[in-house]
């Protein structure tokens, strides 16, 4: 992932907007327009040079997507391609932050400064910093009315692609199936490990598997995260076989 945050002025100081609204828009207003230019009219990623691909290994079902996400009645879906790709394979951009004038301290003014931040979540395999220099092309080509944009970078954290075919990944696929009873699938996933990248770069023999132990309803990152103790009891199982399929192949 990458992120930056981006200052919009639009004045060096705060006017009445009953005096001098009309020629002069609110740095808000401002704001709005630049977050708008991201995505195109279908919610597809709209900054070019970021790389993806519209095809994902495994078919997710709109109805469980809408259920599992709580996703509001009549709210559209975004992006085009398979429904797992705008998750795994394509780009993703999301505002994170948002500073401006609160509701509750609202008055009839122009504010001059917001400021917002942004989070891009790479294509496995692309390179960090070339995101980061594509974000920053794309906001200093669509400064909206001509105002003064500040970028800062954030954080550069690698992608990672993984050897999905490599014995270490196989083995992971076999131990998975088992515990579960279930054929066990290729994934993609938005979380942001950048040591996982650090270290295959430093020991590119290395068969890197990262497991994570979470269901849909798990909601990380936001409020009552919880843990499935079936989904847990079957991981400790999954991970006893995968480490004695390990030592058999030793």
Excluded: C
Excluded at 172 to 178: I, V
Excluded at 222 to 229: A, C, F, I, P
Aim: aromatic share 6%.
């Amino acid at each position: 992932m990458v992120d930056a945050t981006v200052r919009v002025r639009m004045t060096d100081h705060a006017m009445h907007s009953g005096m001098w609204g009309g020629p002069i828009l609110d740095s808000i207003t401002a704001a709005a327009h630049l977050i708008s230019t991201f995505h195109n009219e279908r919610g597809e990623v709209a900054i070019e040079g970021l790389g993806g691909s519209p095809v994902a290994d495994v078919d997710y079902p709109e109805e469980d997507f809408r259920r599992e996400t709580g996703l509001l009645d009549g709210v559209q879906i975004a992006g085009s391609g398979d429904l797992a790709s705008r998750m795994w394979t394509q780009p993703a951009v999301s505002i994170i932050g948002f500073d401006a004038t609160s509701v509750a301290h609202a008055s009839n003014t122009i504010w001059p400064e917001t400021t917002f931040k942004v989070s891009v979540r790479t294509v496995p395999g692309t390179d960090g910093n070339k995101v980061m220099e594509a974000l920053r092309t794309h906001i200093e080509n669509n400064r909206p009315f001509g105002a003064v944009v500040e970028f800062e970078e954030g954080e550069v954290g690698p992608s990672y692609q993984a050897d999905l075919e490599s014995p270490a990944a196989k083995i992971a696929h076999e131990a998975l199936t088992e515990a579960w009873g279930v054929p066990s699938v290729n994934i993609g996933v938005g979380g942001s490990i950048p040591f996982i990248s650090d270290f295959q770069a430093q020991f590119p023999s290395a068969q890197v598997i990262v497991t994570g132990v979470e269901d849909p309803l798990t909601n990380a990152h936001s409020e009552n995260e919880s843990q499935d103790l079936n989904d847990l009891k079957n991981a400790i199982l999954a991970e006893a076989i995968m480490l004695q399929k390990f030592a058999e192949k030793a």
